[in-house]
Nanobody, 125 residues
Framework: QVQLVESGGGLVQGGGSLRLSCAAS????????MGWFRQAPGKEREFVAA????????DYADSVKGRFTISRDNAKSTVYLQMNSLKPEDTGVYYC??????????????????WGQGTQVTVSS
């Protein structure tokens, strides 16, 4: 098992930046594909970005491509999401998740086994 705790959310003006962190404890982080998802009020949780165990494979939702960057530091048991050029439509609760599936597609929500409690990101216009 792994426990995940997100941090770094907050209120930011449109065009600004935030860096989210996801600290993992328990089983070693390198055992998992790691992903970021978000959920806006009244909407379903959606895929944002994911990174393979070694970091060699990365995927982004089209809506964030070119603006967000996912990275991981397995030695520090931490995953990051650097968010630049933020837009009001990026507002939502951001969740970190871990996927133990060897054949992970990276972006399928139901594949992820463990979830953090989420951190709120609010982008004002």
């Amino acid at each position: 098992q792994v426990q995940l705790v997100e941090s770094g959310g907050g209120l930011v003006q449109g065009g600004g930046s935030l860096r989210l962190s996801c600290a993992a404890s328990g089983r070693t982080l390198s055992s998992y594909v790691m992903g970021w998802f978000r959920q806006a009020p009244g909407k379903e949780r959606e895929f944002v970005a994911a990174i393979s165990r070694s970091g060699g494979r990365i995927d982004y939702a089209d809506s964030v491509k070119g603006r967000f960057t996912i990275s991981r530091d397995n030695a520090k048991s931490t995953v990051y999401l650097q968010m630049n050029s933020l837009k009001p439509e990026d507002t939502g609760v951001y969740y970190c998740a871990a996927d133990s599936n060897i054949f992970s597609t990276l972006r399928t929500t139901s594949e992820y086994d463990y979830w953090g409690q989420g951190t709120q990101v609010t982008v004002s216009s």
